[in-house]
């Protein structure tokens, strides 16, 4: 097993990419390990589906095109925030 995250989610989405241009051109598919987990129509209902399924472990979340954007999060890069997070940042409601 690849030491890459996300290496087993991205073989599957690029060998699976060209059937899925087909009738999903647009959507966005939500991949974990070597399943496909489903289609939606942005990356919000993606992730939020993802974070309920999986918790803290990671997922694919990515939009279906024919060409590939590049997507720089530099504090994830620079380490300043981590996907594994031991102590996850808690969001308190205003009660608004």
Request: net charge negative; hydrophobic share 40%.
């Amino acid at each position: 097993m690849s030491t890459e995250v996300l290496s087993e989610e991205l073989k599957f989405y690029a060998q699976n990419l060209p059937n899925w241009l087909d009738k999903h051109t647009g959507r966005v598919v939500l991949v974990k390990g070597d399943e496909l987990v489903g289609f939606f129509d942005d990356e919000a209902q993606a992730m939020s589906e993802g974070a309920r399924l999986f918790g803290l472990s990671s997922f694919l979340v990515r939009r279906i095109e024919p060409t590939e954007t590049a997507i720089s999060v530099p504090a994830l890069t620079l380490g300043i925030l981590r996907g594994d997070n031991p102590r996850p940042i808690l969001v308190q409601d205003s009660g608004a």
